[in-house]
């Protein structure tokens, strides 16, 4: 039995789970998510001793796009929850307790990807602006399907599969 290498689009599963009522603690996890990312957002800006021992970046991109990427994975996960209370699929709960740390990883890579774009398609050297790396590591976070979607493209290109036919 193989296994999918991206993660299913809910609209086209077809499988026969019942959809019930979302339990509360998934609501419960994401508020929770997202009070914990707005508690350390405040104390980063309020004190200067915790921002004067963190590095002000992780390797070139800026040390905040892992926190707006696990921030755009929450505002997703809160919309499935807002959307889909009343019609659940059980086999998500685990998707929303672990949305934050997918989020931060696929809007932070996504960041990094866009970074190598701008060198490549950059005859000058590129300069970082903060904002934009932020914008785009909320929406990768966000967005976690049309990240695997893009990074299902780059393997396509990069490792193309041998042409079985031909000898």
Same mark, same amino acid.
């Given at each position: ?16 789970? &019942? =959809? ?8 419960? /996890?994401? +508020? %929770?998510? *997202?009070? @914990? ?24 991109? &800026? =040390? ?8 755009? /994975?929450? +505002? %997703?996960? *809160?919309? @499935? ?87």
């Amino acid at each position: 039995m193989t296994r999918p290498t991206h993660i299913p689009d809910p609209a086209q599963v077809t499988d026969t789970e &019942p =959809l019930v009522t979302m339990p509360p603690s998934v609501l419960r /996890a994401a +508020v %929770a998510y *997202l009070l @914990g990312l707005l508690t350390v957002f405040a104390a980063y800006e309020c004190s200067s001793s915790m921002r004067s021992a963190l590095p002000a970046s992780i390797g070139e991109l &800026p =040390l905040g796009v892992a926190w707006f990427a696990a921030t755009g /994975a929450v +505002v %997703a996960s *809160l919309y @499935g929850i807002f959307v889909h209370n009343q019609q659940w699929r059980a086999s998500y709960n685990y998707w929303h307790y672990c949305r934050p740390l997918f989020g931060a990883v696929t809007g932070s890579m996504g960041a990094l990807f866009y970074l190598v774009l701008l060198r490549v398609g950059s005859k000058t050297p590129v300069t970082v602006d903060p904002a934009t790396f932020y914008a785009v590591a909320f929406v990768f976070g966000f967005a976690d399907k049309s990240f695997l979607s893009m990074l299902t493209n780059v393997v396509r290109v990069v490792i193309k599969p041998g042409n079985k036919g031909a000898r």
